[in-house]
């Protein structure tokens, strides 16, 4: 297949072949805690990022109590968050053990290097920082990282294959290091903002360590169909990002501030779930809200009012005549 055929033509060709892709580091076989709730529960740190505890700004050490508190399995920081507390004076291996000893898992991690960047230097650049981030995702007891389109996003008409190898350059860092590095679609960016072309990418990437992290409202707002997220094999994916979106503002100005709670918006939820379970997942649902109105609250109230909403949202996905 030649390297000038049409984008448009590798994305249709590539899609509909993902659901037979494998993966050598396959998600953990988790049993279910019961046929309603076939995933874990993770706490993006961004839902509270804002809000008061204790009288005082979240921070990594209060987000860790709040996620544990609330009743969340797993927590997914963000690496500027990690360079916050290491800047004070914090220990990595300190803050590793708060972790498990809060019952928490590092499930996954939000960082932003530019590895797709379409300057040599910057990629470099890009290739470097990634592998910095991964240094402190490991030093944490985590094993994945987002990797979302950095350094593009304001492209287009870029070449998906020189994309697809730089994701590959990408994933043979990340398997030296022990992490996996997360394609993640941004729905708001020129490049890799819907599914066909993450799958793409994902595709030609030609590794066994390639895999997707994909996002509730990154999907709608890019404008791809939920119906395409069949074409995506669940050992393919570790980590999704849950969260619902209202009708309006409509998907032309709507942005992530405008994130509600799971069941509060018009999110085809059921659907999702039912989906990705049909898929085979079994991983971790991550909660990312950048609501503003929730931030005005009590981070332990949002956060246990999110975990409520999620699961609530996913019990009725499975629940008899679930829509």
Known sequence: M?????????????????????????QEATPAQSSAHPFRYCLNTSTIRECDYKGKKVDILAGIEVASKAGYSGIEPWINELDRYTK??????????????????????????????????????GLEEAKRCMGLVHDIGGERLAAPPVGVTDKTGLDPLKLAERYHALCELGQAEGILPQLELWGFSKTLARLGEVAFVGIEAAHPWACFLLDVYHIYKGGSDFEGLAMFAGRRMHN??????????????????????????VAPLSKIFR????????????????????????????????????????????????R
Not at 92 to 121: N, Q, T, W
Not at 246 to 253: H, I, Y
Request: charged share 25%; net charge neutral.
């Open 2 to 26: 030649s390297a000038d055929l049409s984008r448009r033509g590798f994305f249709a060709a590539s899609a509909a072949t993902l659901a037979l892709t494998g993966s050598t580091r396959a």
């Open 88 to 125: 004070e004076g914090g220990s990595l291996s300190d803050l590793r053990k708060r972790i498990a000893d809060a019952g928490l898992k590092v499930e996954s991690a939000i960082g932003f290097a530019a590895f797709l960047h379409e300057d040599d230097e910057q990629r470099k650049k």
């Open 240 to 265: 999704f990002h849950v969260n619902d979106y209202p009708a309006e503002p409509p998907r032309a100005t709507i942005n992530d501030s405008n994130r509600v709670y799971p069941g509060d918006g």
């Open 275 to 322: 989906t990705l379970h049909d898929n085979g997942y079994r991983g971790v649902v991550s909660l990312e809200l950048f609501n503003r109105d929730y931030w005005k609250q009590d981070a332990l109230e949002v956060a246990s009012t999110g975990l409520q909403k999620t699961r609530a949202a996913v019990a009725h996905a499975f629940a008899p005549g679930g």
